[in-house]
């Protein structure tokens, strides 16, 4: 999934405000007052990179496939594809986390954790692997190219509940309707293949 900058950004703003109320860190506003900013900022600069990274093995894959054009042809499979799999094994070999699961998302987290530690004027308040796992989870939980299904459950969650936003009761609702939203969209789009293909039988 290629996320767009102003996805990254909005994916950065969700990650750091639920790490805010998550009660993991605190700011020192006295030591620097625009140390939030600058939190926001070490969060947006792991994840272009990530995202850059993953630019760079798209790149690569289609130079390698482009140049075994013979190859390809005779493989039968699309274009798409064999750069899918050229990229994923260029990945394997560099090291690099790709994909939309859990794994991904563990990993930017580490990166962001080391980021952000080195920001003057945050305090964790929690053992580091607490801090870690409560970022892989934001990023998990809002890494989606959909924006507006992210915005319809977020306001369906507020609607739902009475917690503040990006709290933790209000994460787990969040990703309980998330949960129901994309399975009713599942069974529509399932529902919308059987008809076609009735369709296409008679």
């Known amino acids: 999934m290629r996320l767009s900058t102003e996805q990254l950004e909005r994916l950065s703003e969700r990650v750091f405000k639920v790490l805010?109320?998550?009660?993991?860190?605190?700011?020192?506003?006295?030591?620097?007052?625009?140390?939030?900013?600058?939190?926001?900022?070490?969060?947006?600069?792991?994840?272009?990179?990530?995202?850059?990274?993953?630019?760079?093995?798209?790149?690569?894959?289609?130079?390698?496939?482009?140049?075994?054009?013979?190859i390809a042809k005779a493989s039968g499979k699309s274009l798409d594809d064999l750069v899918d799999e050229v990229k994923n094994r260029l990945a394997k070999a560099k090291r690099v986390t790709l994909g939309d699961g859990p794994d991904r998302a563990d990993t930017l987290a580490e990166k962001v954790f080391k980021a952000i530690w080195n920001v003057e004027g945050i305090d964790f308040f929690s053992e580091d692997t607490k801090v870690q796992n409560c970022i892989a989870r934001a990023i998990h939980r809002f890494r989606h190219d959909d924006e507006r299904m992210i915005d319809a459950v977020e306001r369906l969650a507020d609607r739902k509940t009475n917690e503040e936003r990006y709290t933790n009761s209000w994460c787990v609702a969040f990703d309980r309707y998330l949960s129901e939203v994309k399975q009713k969209i599942a069974a529509v789009q399932s529902t919308a293949v059987e008809a076609k293909s009735l369709g296409n039988l008679g």
């Open 20 to 70: 805010k109320a998550s009660g993991h860190v605190g700011f020192d506003y006295s030591s620097d007052e625009t140390v939030e900013d600058r939190v926001l900022d070490a969060i947006m600069d792991v994840l272009e990179d990530d995202a850059k990274t993953e630019d760079r093995l798209s790149r690569e894959a289609e130079r390698l496939v482009q140049q075994q054009s013979h």
